[in-house]
């Protein structure tokens, strides 16, 4: 069963997301396409990219470090390449 959260579509229980504190976050669509979509812990979520939502703090967090993982992969394969394609360090 799918429930809306605030312009978030979330599968979850009412009491779980009752107790849950939300945070306010902007995806652009230029790196998600129109929306972003996965799973954490079993509850599936589905967020629309390019406006202001509320979600979860918790996937807030989760996509808060993804992309800083990925934004660290960039520069490293960025360093790599500048490198002529050299191991560094």
């Not at 599968?11 to 009752?18: I, L, S, Y």
């Not at 799973?39 to 989760?62: C, L, Q, S, W």
């Amino acid at each position: 069963m799918k429930k809306e959260h605030q312009n978030t579509e979330m599968q979850n229980t009412e009491p779980q997301k009752a107790k849950e504190p939300t945070v306010s976050i902007y995806l652009p669509v230029e790196t998600t396409g129109p929306f972003l979509e996965g799973a954490i812990n079993g509850v599936t979520f589905r967020i629309p990219a390019g406006r202001i939502v509320e979600v979860p703090k918790r996937i807030a967090d989760v996509i808060r470090e993804s992309s800083s993982s990925l934004q660290e992969g960039e520069r490293a394969v960025a360093a790599f390449r500048d490198a002529g394609g050299r191991k560094l360090g």
